[in-house]
């Protein structure tokens, strides 16, 4: 287990605004798990004592999305797009595996101070499983999107792909759906990624967005109560091709 010391800075598509909006909106529908009671806020003196017993672990937990090689240079889906942020080369990527690395409970705490937040200690127990599991349920989606599509599934096939090259996280930019579907009455969403996938090294790369919402408590204890709203961006020919042949197709 590496120490504080030997940690990168902090790098994943997940803001500090939108990870209290996460643990926020994670509260209101229901806890983590169905058997976890409610835990007030404790002061400053009680977490000193709670760190005392029960230190921020430091281990990092290896996701199954694979990362892919920044160094390859790619054609984008659209010159005229935004550039996506991505950190990756602080957060790096499992050594046997090459696959993205989560961060631990100390890099998620020490970097909200960092940006000025008031992070608690014992908050870091359920921000870090919500983070990873809903990545994971992300990268689900995304996988699904790429092996709908004969020509996709070639070319991911012929790679070892997809891959997630880079990424980006924006709480307050709404999508034009989610900005549409707001208009309409429905609820906005609480966080927005934009996720950039990568099929072949040096080849066109597919642009995701997903929208993050609430879910409603079911009453039957299944966990996290979140929708993610997965999708290739209308940017590029791929993209449309993607989308439309979804809704003719199904």
Known sequence: MAGPKDEPPISCPIDPAARIAWLEKNQQARPFTSTAPQT??????????????RPLASDREVSTIPRADPTVSTTTPNPSSPKVANNGQETGSDGKSGNWIYPSERMFFEAMKRKNYDPVATDMSTIVPIHNAVNE?????????????????????SCGGPRLHSFSGDSKKLSPRARWNSLLGYHKPFDRHDWVVERCPGMSRVEYVIDFYAGKDDGKGKGLSFYLDVRPKLNSWEGWKMRVWRLVAF
């Open 40 to 53: 007030p806020i404790p002061t400053s003196a009680q977490q000193s004592r709670i760190l005392k017993t």
């Open 137 to 157: 349920r992300a990268w689900k989606e995304i996988k699904d999107w790429e092996s709908r599509y004969s020509w996709s599934r070639e070319e991911n096939k």
